[in-house]
Each structure stands twice: as C-alpha cells, then as structure tokens.
C-alpha cells in the first residue's frame, strides 16, 4: 500500500505540491516561512538603508551648514567680475570677486548667490555657493563661484550680474 504525501495549495498559482515544499515546482513562488523571512530580510535592508541614508544628512548639514545668527548683513561684496570659460561643448561661467567683512565678528562659511542677469535685468541662470573661508573683521578674500555647467544661452546674453550674501556664519 502506497502512502499518500501530504499537500497543499500554491499560494500564486493554485496548483497542488507537497506540503514540505518551500517553493512551488511549477510557477517557482517561495511558500510558507520562506517567503515571510525573505519579505521580512528585504524590509530590514531598505530600513537600513533609509536609516544611514537620513544619519548622513544629518551629519553632513551639522558639518557643511553651520547653525548660529547670520552675519551675511557685515560681509560686502567690494568687487564682481563676469568670466566665460570655454568648455568641449559651449561655455559655463565664473564669477569672480573680492568680499570684506565691515562687522566685528569673524566668519567662517560664507553662502554666495550669483544672478546672470540680460541686458534688461531679466534673470538667466542662478548659482549658489558656499565657501569655507575664515574671513576676520576688517578683512578681504576674494572668492569664485564657478557655474560648472555650460550657459544655456549664447554669451553675449549675458549682460550683468549680482552677487547676493545669502549668510555669513560661525562654524
């Protein structure tokens, strides 16, 4: 006399398998324990990595964006220059200057804003910048903010530009 094996229904395909089988013959679905500790190991991994991914931006905007009272009001923009650099394809921008610190607290990241502006003030392209600089009270340094990218219209577009100190900060 044959002993019949136990079965059961795949939980996909409806089909009948034995019951001790972990992943169904025909439409090859995981069963059982197997499939939860799978769907179970997958949630972790991307807890995980949400997780990390959340710590490092917080670690990196402690480190990069420092908290404290905005000095921007104390740092002037004494000079400005407009500068095209060609490129394989095109053209990108720089903007080079001098900035002074006319308070009486000394800063250490200063966040720059450029505006290419046309001939008619009308805005082209934006950049913003920030740069680790310790600049004292009284004090100059001059700056660059490159745009990196190549300028989406032709250069002589490019009539003016201004340099906005969005802040000015202690590290």
């Known amino acids: 006399m044959e002993s019949e094996t136990p079965t ?21 679905s995981l069963q059982g324990p197997l499939k939860q500790l799978l769907i179970a190991g997958i949630i972790l991994v991307v807890a995980t990595l949400i997780g990390s991914a959340i710590w490092f931006d917080i670690l990196v905007h402690r480190r990069l964006e420092p908290h404290g009272p905005n000095y921007a009001a104390n740092i002037d923009v004494v000079s400005s220059r407009l500068f095209f650099v060609p490129k394989e394809k095109g053209h990108s921008a720089s903007v080079v200057g001098q900035l002074r610190n006319s308070g009486t607290v000394a800063v250490d990241v200063i966040t720059l804003e450029v505006r290419l502006l046309d ?19 009284n004090d100059e340094i001059s700056f660059k903010v490159p745009t990196y990218q190549n300028i989406h219209m032709p250069q002589d577009s490019y009539a003016n530009h201004v340099v906005i100190v969005r802040s000015a900060k202690q590290r």
Do not use: M, Q, Y
Not at 121 to 126: K, P
Not at 127 to 135: A, G, K, M
């Open 8 to 28: 059961k229904i795949c939980r996909t395909c409806f089909s009948e398998i034995d019951a001790r089988a972990g992943k169904c013959p025909k439409c090859h």
């Open 119 to 137: 001939k008619d003030g009308g805005l082209l392209d934006s950049v913003t910048r920030s740069l680790s600089e310790h600049l004292v009270p």
